[in-house]
């Protein structure tokens, strides 16, 4: 009777958890919408969107609707669903990895997919068959059958997958620069350049449609193989003993991995750090259980993508900092933390 009043507690505080994510998200991106060189205030921004959603008529300044609606709010969606699919994307990694450092920009994933849509934006390699975001797709898989073939190679430990990682994101970055100091004009060079270090400039509701479908199909994959991916905490030999098709998997989540990681890099550029820190801050929450790590790891990628954009647009008066800039600032202290701690119990 402990045990079940204990697993009782513990799903109680996890509903709670979650109740607090939903809010906490609603209140960011609300935040998110109403801040900016014209202020908005939250009231306004509830009767645009319900004026759009659901066909009231509360009279409003054409101005504001045209900011929130065409503008800030589905740039603060974006963000949530960017956050969201790179942080998962980091917790799938490290758990079929097992390498707590293990995530799409460290193993190279997001430096592939930016060769692949930068070929695609500027080259025209694919241009009307693949598209942006299937460039974008191609270039991930690539990169990480790469680092893949490196890292089975060089003996296939963790380590050395991490390694390869780092070798396969110089490669790939070098190749993107290649493209484009040898082919764009200089505003496409400018404009590249700025895409590359993570910008939701440009975003707009078309980008809505895409990225949020995404984000969805690839968390319901992920939650379909939690018992599998809890399995994989104890190395894939013990995952096959305990029934888990360790292959199908694995093929399974990389794929989900790849795809998200594509369909972000494609609209708003290659963001490090996500997939890295936040998996790490939600298992400190909520504990290694992937049943309530990857919906903690979701929300919270989601409100920390949100929350980096606020501070890209308000940390310098009259200019937007690459978000990317940003998550970096706040991620490579935490990088330097967990690799102290990774040390320490190593």
Avoid at 9 to 34: E, Q
Avoid at 70 to 84: E, F, N, W
Avoid at 205 to 222: A, Q
Wanted: proline residues 3%; hydrophobic residues 55%.
């Amino acid at each position: 009777m402990s045990d079940i009043g204990s697993a009782q507690r513990r799903w109680w505080a996890f509903g709670a958890l979650t109740v607090a994510a939903i809010l906490a998200l609603g209140f960011v991106v609300s935040f998110a919408v109403s801040i900016g060189e014209i202020a908005i205030p939250v009231d306004t921004t509830a009767k645009v969107v319900s004026n759009r959603l659901f066909g009231t008529t509360f009279e409003l300044s054409r101005i504001h609707q045209g900011i929130v609606w065409d503008y800030r709010l589905s740039r603060a969606l974006v963000a949530a669903s960017t956050g969201a699919s790179l942080a998962l994307s980091g917790a799938i990694l490290q758990a079929l990895l097992r390498n707590p450092l293990a995530e799409p920009y460290v193993l190279g994933i997001s430096a592939g997919a930016s060769t692949g849509a930068v070929s695609v934006m500027i080259l025209g390699l694919g241009y009307g068959v693949l598209g942006l975001s299937g460039g974008a797709f191609v270039g991930a898989v690539i990169a990480f059958l790469l680092v893949g073939m490196l890292a089975t190679g060089a003996g296939g430990t963790s380590e050395r997958i991490i390694l390869c990682g780092v070798a396969g994101s110089q490669l790939f970055n070098a190749l993107t620069s290649y493209i484009v100091t040898t082919s764009a004009n200089a505003e496409q060079a400018r404009g590249v350049l700025f895409w590359l270090l993570g910008s939701l400039s440009g975003v707009r509701w078309p980008d809505v449609y895409l990225s949020v479908p995404i984000t969805i199909i690839g968390f319901v994959l992920c939650l379909a193989h939690v018992r599998a991916l809890d399995a994989f905490a104890f190395g894939s030999d013990a995952a096959a003993a305990l029934g888990v098709a360790v292959r199908r998997v694995q093929f399974t989540l990389l794929g989900v991995t790849a795809a998200m990681t594509a369909g972000v890099v494609s609209m708003v550029g290659s963001i490090g750090f996500v997939g890295l820190v936040i998996p790490h801050a939600a298992r400190f929450l909520v504990g290694p259980s992937h049943g309530r790590l990857l919906p903690a790891t979701a929300f919270g990628g989601a409100i920390f993508m949100v929350g980096a954009d606020i501070v890209s647009r308000i940390i310098i008066p009259q200019q937007v900092l690459p978000i990317g800039v940003v998550t970096a600032l706040f991620g490579a202290p935490a990088f330097a933390v967990i690799l102290y701690r990774v040390r320490r119990s190593a």
